[in-house]
């Protein structure tokens, strides 16, 4: 099976650094301490309790969820309504939908075939056996529950564990090790440098 394509908007559409609107200052370093390279083509980020864009309510209103990226608009909005208590779990939720950014335009067609097949092995694996539920996530290749749903969920979910948890031993050692190496490919395509740490910014640094 060919994975998902996408063909990006052309560049000229894009108009520079990547929009922010926050009531919250904190939540700004989260775009401000995220190295430019990966935020490219993104066109927003909404934070606010009571954003404009209609296409946010109509999301909020049938769904639960933390986090959201629409790929034409290229915009992420994350709310901050409650349902999110801790700086740590927007960190965690800002990495899987900037990794759903990364999917549509920082990854080759040739990229997104091979994530696709290392996922479909590991839902393969995963519903040939007689799962045990103390068992490790990892031996099938998949960080959380979620990341079984689709092949766009567990690329955004391998993405963000990769960069927060920054300590992936177990999980490359296991059927993740096709992610894991897919991964440092792209940020070493993006960045020029696959450590987790390089994908972000220091703070200092940030701050003119």
């Not at 939540?27 to 301490?33: A, F, K, N, P, Y």
């Not at 393969?124 to 031996?139: G, H, I, L, R």
Request: include cysteine; glycine fraction near 4%; aromatic fraction near 14%.
């Amino acid at each position: 099976m060919m994975g998902i394509t996408f063909i990006p908007f052309l560049s000229f559409l894009d108009g520079g650094s990547v929009s922010v609107n926050s009531e919250y200052m904190v939540l700004d370093q989260l775009v401000l301490t995220t190295r430019p390279e990966l935020t490219k083509h993104l066109r927003a980020v909404d934070f606010t309790t009571h954003p404009i864009n209609p296409e946010y309510y109509a999301w909020r209103a049938k769904s639960e969820a933390v986090g959201l990226y629409t790929p034409l608009t290229r915009t992420i909005f994350i709310p901050v309504d409650g349902r999110i208590e801790t700086y740590s779990d927007f960190d965690i939720i800002w990495w899987h939908e900037l990794g759903h950014h990364v999917w549509y335009y920082h990854m080759s067609a040739e990229q997104r075939d091979r994530f696709t097949k290392s996922h479909e092995e590991s839902i393969a694996a995963y519903y040939s056996t007689s799962f045990n539920v103390t068992e490790s996530q990892f031996k099938y290749g998949f960080v959380s529950d979620y990341a079984h749903t689709s092949i766009s969920e567990d690329f955004a979910e391998s993405f963000s564990y990769y960069i927060v948890a920054n300590n992936n031993a177990e999980w490359a050692l296991e059927e993740g090790y096709s992610r894991a190496e897919l991964i440092k490919e792209i940020l070493q395509d993006t960045i020029g440098c696959s450590d987790p740490e390089c994908a972000r910014i220091p703070m200092s640094a940030s701050v003119e």
